[in-house]
């Protein structure tokens, strides 16, 4: 199982990005799905997460702005970015608690895999 993070660049302040990240391998499901973050100089930070049947959770500083979805059907995950600000600028990473598929007989088993993370840059 692997996951691919796409989407980011480079936007000005108040504009809007959407993130992508595709599960890709034999994936038996997708139990929650999250996006991290992390600034130069600063520890990674959750910013937005989601469980398979459950509600969206997010960080004060995104709520409002940011939407986490998951299209299952996809095994895709994305993060709409909207009212973009400076401070917004980080690498962000997909986060996924997966169960795979080994074939006929696998032993269910949630295992915690990430994306290679993706640059936004917000800046006039």
């Known amino acids: 199982v692997q996951l691919q993070a796409s989407g980011g660049g480079l936007v000005q302040p108040g504009g809007s990005l959407r993130l992508s990240c595709k599960v890709s391998g034999s994936v038996f499901r997708i139990n929650s799905m999250a996006w991290y973050r992390q600034a130069p100089g600063k520890q990674r930070e959750l910013v937005a997460s989601?469980?398979?049947?459950?509600?969206?959770t997010y960080a004060d500083y995104v709520r409002g702005r940011f939407t986490i979805d998951c299209d299952y059907a996809l095994n895709t995950a994305y993060l709409q970015m909207n009212s973009l600000k400076p401070e917004d600028t980080a690498v962000y990473y997909c986060?996924?608690?997966?169960?795979?598929?080994?074939?006929?007989?696998?032993?269910?088993?949630?295992?915690?895999?990430w994306g290679q993370g993706t640059q936004v840059t917000v800046s006039s």
């Open positions: 986060y996924g608690n997966i169960s795979p598929y080994y074939g006929p007989g696998t032993k269910l088993r949630r295992n915690e895999y």
């Open positions: 989601l469980s398979n049947g459950g509600t969206p």
